[in-house]
């Protein structure tokens, strides 16, 4: 989606140094993501990986299972997770689907200050003992380390105005 | 919403660890939150913010306001930020308007191993040079951390299946 580590496309902006020295707090990886998906092959977006046809699966560690009581088959979840293995100093990126350099915040590019990658998904399935959440689908790369799930909410997580 | 820190409430189950403690990465705080709310006048979540009828702000530091191009006045957004101030400990909590103790990732509790809060907003006003988003609600406390803002999309932020 953007040149490698350390190109620059034209139009693309850097920031002068690289967000991941300037720590403020720190997460703690809470289990990952299972899917088809790895570098080559990770469709575009969570509609891509949906019309993909390929579910996804979420590992929660040990020590967080518990965490998982009260989730059932057939609630929506958001998933937060990390995309931390690129560069993070982007600020101003031009992926080939857009006509000109955009901001990161105007993008969902996983290229960005706080790499925190986000999915809306259904839960098809859950075994709360052994930490796995079942979701219809994933757009992030086998592997990719788990942050948080939430309920989705329809009463608060829908924009008020539309987009 | 929980027990005070250190505290438990009957049925809670807290880690035997604090996730603060076990660092898997570093999240940089990009700007803040600015709202009417502080302890004990926050609401609830952000459909009562909405309903108190206040509007909320977002700063983008300097480093980071190139960043904001391409974002627009009437675009729905997705604002990450961090609810760090509190424990991150009660994997099973107990909050008042639940009949039962249930798991933190089936709760929207800011009370959570990573303490990220999720707002979907509509952007109401916008001066990317000065790093100010207005939108029209937020529903954590005045100068709560920023990390992230990403364009809410429909085609990839709706559950498939419905809540």
């Not at 046809?53 to 965490?67: H, K, L, N, Q, T």
Request: aromatic share 6%; net charge neutral.
């Amino acid at each position: 989606m953007t040149a490698g580590q350390g190109g620059i496309r034209p139009g693309e902006v850097a920031l002068g140094f690289d967000p991941a020295e300037r720590v403020s707090a720190g997460v703690v990886f809470i289990g990952r993501l299972r899917t088809p998906w790895g570098p080559g092959t990770c469709p575009k977006n969570l509609r891509a990986a949906r019309e993909a046809g390929a579910a996804g699966r979420i590992e929660v560690d040990a020590p967080w299972r518990a965490g998982l009581e009260g989730l059932a088959p057939g609630m929506a979840l958001v998933v937060l997770y990390w995309l931390g293995a690129g560069r993070r100093d982007l600020i101003v990126q031009a992926p080939r689907h857009r006509d000109s350099p955009t901001g990161v915040f105007a993008l969902r590019s996983p290229v960005r200050p706080n790499p925190i990658g986000l999915a809306v998904v259904h839960c098809t399935g859950l075994d709360a003992a052994a930490g796995v959440v079942e979701v219809d689908a994933l757009d992030a790369f086998d592997g990719t380390p788990l942050l948080d799930l939430k309920p989705w909410i329809a009463g608060i997580d829908l924009p008020p105005g539309g987009q």
